[in-house]
């Protein structure tokens, strides 16, 4: 626990620009497809027709004589040169490999991948290759896929379960029995995902006369280097990944280890740089990047007063035909499994089915924008039976609101509130792990920071991780000018490449501000501690007696030592460093996760360290005929903690609700009964333009957290963790007068026109 | 094919085959790599530059049709090295961008739209970028950039270009009374620097 | 998502066009290629040549010619936006414009490229549908032209026949005093592929009796469709009366479903947005104009 700080913040919490943003204005971002190598080679994959076959043969003598082409590699080559990419569960019979190994398992899978001097010549090249299946039963919904005489997608496995885990928390079937009132209801979260604008890329080179593999990627993703290795065979000391690449984008789901994992086997077998750039359709198809499609069974027990008591979940995910981390989005949300209401017993049964479908990837926030739909229905719900939330809200601006929605009604206009209070777990341990997988045993998350100050007295930071806008560079120099009291506009922050590197579990679970800010913060208190040391070494007193302002210390008003002569002192003249300290000015601090210290014992752990915390207000109105939603008023409440730049915290928040918007009303990969996916490219999968996303006016807070180096929590989540639920909210509020209700995610126009008729109808008018 | 492309105020000179995109035509041949691909079927609008001035996608273009037309890429804009244009410098300012990939495009679109409207509501800016698709910022701050960059654009002392042949509407405007002096569409339909 | 290989040309006059697409029967026009590009990208589409027409001067222009305005196949979209003549004569065409695609789609896109597009969905084959447009073509034998409704067989299939090239669209100018118009679209986000298209226009006499009327839906079928109400004509058009009108012009009109949209979706809104257009369309005509109007150049 650190001390309070006596003095105002100076940088932390000012409104400073984000410096990495004057490279991206100016068209001088550095993206992994502005990687130019010599002698690079690209490729383009053939994607399978079929939701499940058997491949039967591989013919690629038309592909080879094609004008470029290098190499055509198939599934069997791959299987043969590498290791199986990781799940995280264990399941050791479900193997992934970059390409299809006997058997395709969803329409788009990726079956060969062809090198050629061009992009344009690799498709050329593609379009020769002939593949002849045997079509094999399939399955795409996740309710058949439980059934055990559905077509296993991993025949070895034995069946489509791959995780079928039930957690009770307290006393669950009392608080049930004695509970005067229960409802159930089902709620389904359709399959969508974060899709950024950059599709994943990667550039791969192999130097067989330096054994070392250098990766340039569009990456987000802890332990990548590692895996790399793992899967190539390699010591992990022969990967090298420049991560001084700007990602495009990322939210997630950019964890490119197959198309980095068949890339770099390519190079390997060339002996030439090869760069594999997804288009939008092998990234829409096969880019493994969808996020969870999930359905949640409700049961929830109340009472006169409208407080749930107990409540029963059952989630769960189609996670498409391979595991990888997805499994782990139904664990995640336990840490924030009731959101911010006093339930007192919790039952959650989290099952992961795979089916013939595209695999999933780690999607903002984890699972918990989905989980927090299924709970702010169940509230929602629960409210109806009871005036309990304008009891909650009796407030002037709320009942403005009301009045406002009501007099819409009274001219014919669909009209409705919604309203969602959520958790963002923010600090991202990985304990979610062992709690899913018993034999999983870790616990440290880590990361880090070096900070220099060379000789001339300037300061340089290393971080050990991409970033895909968050503003990291801007954070650290921040953090580090806020401690060491000078000008974080002079601090340089550099990027090294993975062997350089300390340890970085990279930007996922909202982490960055509390690990990589505390990291930050730690390495510049033990370099201010060294100063100070040098300063009362050098004026002949104890560090204790000694003032630290501006860089440089003092003791009373005559002795002082400005920051050029403590840095001339370090680096130049030993003779006056106190015993046994080391000549230079560089410190490394490697930081474990607060509150990240134990395994889960009974079904409980702690989760993540902070929780940051939003409130969600909505209005919306449509016409009933036309049916669709115009969001006339978005205000949300959001408190994480301190802000180290109020600029980036503002940015993530309004991105998470336009995210947010796009999966409730708008983004959906849909397939058809034969499997084949629909939603294959941006005509059909639509994301939200300017004209869909409202003005959001945000309300601040500030709680800070306790644990934390300024009380900073995470907000790459904010945002999207409670949009959908309350967007699904208003629309509820305005069709209740019609007796009906939307519980399946995205709701599109036509399903609320249909829906509004089909009432109409039923009421005979 | 062999042809010269005028890009940012400069001839040059590429052999591209006729399928290769504009888009692909300046990245590869021409290493502006400041425009970026998102989609490649015309959708995101990340792959957006201007010619002679207007907005349009990359992507969709061959670059044996682009010659004679003056091409402005994002590499283009900043008013010198180490510059910034009143609107980059706004983007910036107001933290308008994340991970930048769509900002070349956002940027070259904000700026045709401040050259021919220098007092654009918020619906216009809205329209405007309408057609560039951003997954990071939710678009407010984008759209307080354009905002702040028009303010500064008014109060400036410089004189921009004016354009005779405005779209005549506002949001659910008639066309009754368009502005005279229009230039007809057989005249100004064909690219600067005449050709074929 | 590279196209495949063609050859590329450029004529300089239409007949020049027509011959390179009589001698190649792969080769294909590209005019603003907005519609066409994306299709040779996912190779939907895999010409061997690609014509390109877009900057063949007779090709471009909006010029008045007798009761009707013509313009060149290749003319852009946004010049057409900006062009004075268009506003004051073709006021339905000039209020679909702004729902065509974005902006920097409409600064490359073309009138005729749209027409020849035929997307059942699509902003200007309904409006030359709902007016009665001509569709000019030409060939190596000669000129010929024929209406639009003709002209627009089926989802992106027209009477074109090989080594056609589409010349220019007629649209008929309607001179009496007042006329108002009306165009409104549904989609999931603006200026996306319609749902639902209505396109109105009436003329109506200084009591307010409708004199001519036209009425149009895109998006419900294969093409877009003029709708018969010409029983307005002579009635005065009240709500009550338009809401009739339309129920009865829609009740055969076919329609389908698809991921985005319900077919019981497309049909509803049909009638809504039939309703409202020509609604809209008489309290257009019924405006207030300035005592001096001049209405022709």
């Known amino acids: 626990m650190t001390a309070p700080k006596p003095l105002p913040p100076r940088f932390v919490s000012s409104n400073r620009r984000v410096r990495e943003d004057r490279r991206f204005v100016v068209g001088h971002g550095k993206f992994v497809a502005d990687v130019v190598r010599e002698g690079m080679l690209h490729v383009a994959l053939l994607p399978s027709q079929h939701p499940s076959a058997r491949i039967l043969e591989i013919d690629t003598s038309e592909a080879l004589k094609m004008p470029g082409v290098r190499h055509v590699l198939t599934g069997d080559e791959l299987s043969k040169a590498t290791d199986p990419l ?27 991948a062809v090198a050629a001097d061009t992009r344009a010549q690799a498709e050329d090249a593609v379009e020769k290759v002939r593949v002849s299946y045997e079509p094999l039963p399939f399955v795409l919904d996740a309710e058949k896929a439980l059934d055990p005489s559905s077509p296993p997608v991993h025949p070895a496995h034995g069946s489509n379960v791959l995780l079928d885990k039930t957690f009770v928390w307290g006393d669950v079937e009392k608080h049930f029995a004695e509970s005067p009132r229960h409802l159930s209801f089902r ?3 359709g399959r969508n995902s974060t899709v950024p604008i950059e599709t994943f890329g990667v550039v791969a080179e192999w130097d067989p006369w330096r054994d070392m593999l250098d990766v340039w990627g569009s990456i987000q993703m802890p332990k990548y280097p590692d895996q790399i290795a793992r899967a190539l065979r390699l010591p992990a000391n022969n990967v090298r990944v420049h991560q001084d690449i700007d990602v495009g984008g990322s939210y997630g789901v950019k964890r490119g280890i197959k198309q980095t994992v068949l890339a770099s086997h390519l190079s390997r077998v060339l002996s030439r740089p090869v760069r594999l750039i997804e288009d939008r359709l092998e990234n829409m198809r096969a880019g493994d990047a969808h996020g969870p499609e999930r359905i949640f069974d409700v049961d929830i027990a109340f009472d006169d007063e409208g407080i749930v008591k107990s409540m029963k979940m059952r989630a769960l995910d189609n996670v498409g035909a391979y595991a990888g981390r997805s499994p782990f989005q139904l664990g995640k949300p336990i840490g924030a499994i009731v959101g911010p209401y006093k339930i007192q017993s919790v039952q959650y049964r989290a099952q992961a089915v795979t089916s013939n479908k595209a695999a999933q990837e780690a999607v903002r926030g984890f699972g918990q924008a989905p989980t927090n739909y299924a709970i702010e229905t169940a509230i929602d719900k629960v409210a109806a039976y009871h005036t309990v939330v304008a009891k909650v809200l009796d407030h ?17 206009t669909m009209a409705g509130i919604g309203v969602a209070a959520c958790l963002e777990p923010s600090g991202g341990n990985s304990s979610f792990e062992p709690l899913l997988n018993e034999k999983n045993k870790t616990t440290t998350w880590m990361e880090s920071c070096r900070i220099m100050i060379d000789a001339l007295g300037f300061v340089t930071v290393t971080i050990h991780a991409t970033s895909a806008g968050q503003g990291h560079e801007s954070l650290v120099a921040t953090v580090v000018g806020e401690v060491l009291e000078i000008d974080p506009d002079l601090i340089r922050v550099v990027r090294p490449d993975s062997l350089a590197s300390l340890p970085s579990n990279t930007p996922v679970g909202s982490r960055m501000a509390i690990m990589l800010g505390g990291a930050a913060y730690h390495a510049a208190q033990k370099l201010k501690t060294k100063l100070m040391h040098i300063g009362a070494h050098q004026l002949g007193c104890e560090p204790d007696d000694l003032a630290y302002a501006d860089g440089g210390v003092s003791e009373g008003d005559d002795k002082a030592l400005p920051w050029a002569d403590l840095v001339n002192i370090a680096h130049r003249n030993f003779h006056l460093l106190p015993e046994g300290m080391e000549p230079g000015l560089e410190v490394t601090h490697v930081m474990q996760v607060p509150t990240g210290d134990k395994l889960p014992k009974d079904g409980r752990v702690q989760m993540y360290p902070c929780h940051s915390f939003e409130f969600h207000l ?53 397939y058809d009964a034969e499997g084949n996916i629909m939603t294959q490219s941006f005509m059909d999968y639509l994301l939200p333009s300017s004209h869909e996303v409202p003005e959001v006016e945000i309300v601040h807070h500030c709680t800070p957290s306790p644990y934390t180096v300024f009380g900073q929590k995470g907000s790459g989540e904010s945002g999207y963790l409670g949009a959908p639920a309350a967007i699904s909210g208003a629309l509820n509020d305005a069709v209740s007068p019609c007796g009906i209700s939307f519980s399946k995610l995205p709701i599109r126009i036509s399903a609320i026109s249909d829906a509004i008729a089909a009432s109409a109808l039923n009421k005979g008018k | 094919m062999k042809l010269s492309l005028e890009v940012n105020g400069s001839a040059r000179d590429i052999d591209v085959e006729p399928r290769k995109t504009l888009l692909d035509a300046l990245r590869d041949d021409l290493l502006l790599v400041g425009t970026h691909a998102g989609c490649e079927h015309g959708v995101c609008g990340a792959c957006t530059v201007l010619l002679d001035g207007e907005p349009v996608r990359s992507c969709l273009m061959f670059a044996v049709q682009a010659d004679g037309y003056a091409i402005t890429t994002i590499e283009g804009v900043a008013t010198a090295p180490g510059e910034l244009s009143v609107l980059q410098d706004a983007f910036c300012e107001t933290h308008g961008l994340q991970c930048g990939f769509c900002t070349p495009g956002m940027i070259l679109t904000s700026h045709a739209l401040l050259e021919r409207n220098d007092s654009p509501s918020r619906e216009d800016i809205v329209e405007a970028i309408s057609g560039n698709i951003c997954r990071c910022t939710g678009y407010g701050q984008i759209v307080e950039a354009v905002e702040l960059a028009a303010e500064r654009l008014r109060k400036a002392n410089m004189p921009r270009k004016r354009h005779a042949n405005e779209p005549n509407r506002g949001a659910g405007a008639t066309h009754d009374s368009p502005r005279s002096g229009f230039l007809e569409a057989s005249e100004s339909d064909t690219p600067h620097g005449g050709g074929s | 998502m590279k196209a495949a290989q063609f050859e590329y040309a450029r004529p300089e006059t239409v007949t020049e066009a027509c011959e390179i697409l009589v001698r190649d029967d792969n080769a294909r026009i590209i005019s603003g290629g907005q519609t066409l590009i994306p299709m040779l990208a996912m190779r939907l589409a895999r010409p061997s040549t690609l014509v390109d027409v877009y900057r063949i001067k007779s090709l471009k222009g909006v010029t008045e010619q007798g009761e009707a305005v013509v313009i060149g196949a290749a003319t852009r979209q946004v010049e057409v936006e900006r062009s004075t003549l268009a506003c004051q004569k073709l006021p339905l065409l000039a209020r679909a414009l702004p729902w065509v695609g974005h902006q920097p789609t409409r600064n490359r896109g073309t009138v005729g490229g749209s027409i020849a597009n035929a997307d059942p969905s699509a902003e200007i084959p309904l409006v030359a549908v709902t007016l009665g447009a001509e569709i000019e073509i030409a060939n190596v034998d000669g000129e010929t032209s024929m209406p639009a409704d003709e002209f627009f067989i089926g989802a992106m299939v027209t009477s074109v026949m090989p080594g056609d090239c589409l010349t220019a669209v007629r649209f008929p100018v309607w001179s009496e005093e007042r006329v108002g118009s009306a165009f409104h679209e549904v989609s999931a986000r603006k200026s996306d592929f319609a749902f639902v298209s209505a396109a109105a226009q009436v003329a109506v006499d200084e009591e307010g009796i409708c004199r001519k009327i036209a009425l149009g839906v895109g998006g419900l079928g294969d093409r877009p469709v003029s709708l018969d109400v010409s029983s307005a004509v002579g009635a005065k058009l009240d709500d009550a009366l338009i809401d009739d009108l339309v129920r009865e012009a829609c009740r055969y009109l076919e329609t389908y479903g698809d991921l985005h949209a319900s077919a019981e979706y497309r049909s509803r809104v049909a009638v809504a947005l039939s309703s409202r257009s020509l609604h809209d369309a008489v309290a257009d005509a019924g405006r207030p104009r300035p005592a001096n109007t001049e209405q022709a150049r």
Request: aromatic share 8%; proline share 5%; charged share 20%.
């Open chain 1, 86 to 112: 990781m799940n995280g569960l264990e399941t050791p019979n479900v193997r992934r490999y970059p390409l299809a190994v006997g058997q395709v398992r969803y329409a788009g899978e990726w079956v060969v």
């Open chain 1, 187 to 189: 709620v389904v979260w």
């Open chain 1, 396 to 412: 002037a601006g709320y009942k403005a609101l009301v009045e406002r929605r009501d007099s819409l009604r009274a001219s014919g």
């Open chain 1, 618 to 670: 909505v209005l919306i109105a449509f016409d009933p005929v036309i049916g669709k939603p115009e969001i006339l008023r978005y205000v949300i409440g959001h408190d994480c903690g301190t802000v180290i730049n109020p600029h980036i915290v503002k940015g993530m928040t309004l991105g998470g609700i336009a995210h947010g918007l796009g999966a409730a009303l708008l983004e959906e990969f849909v």
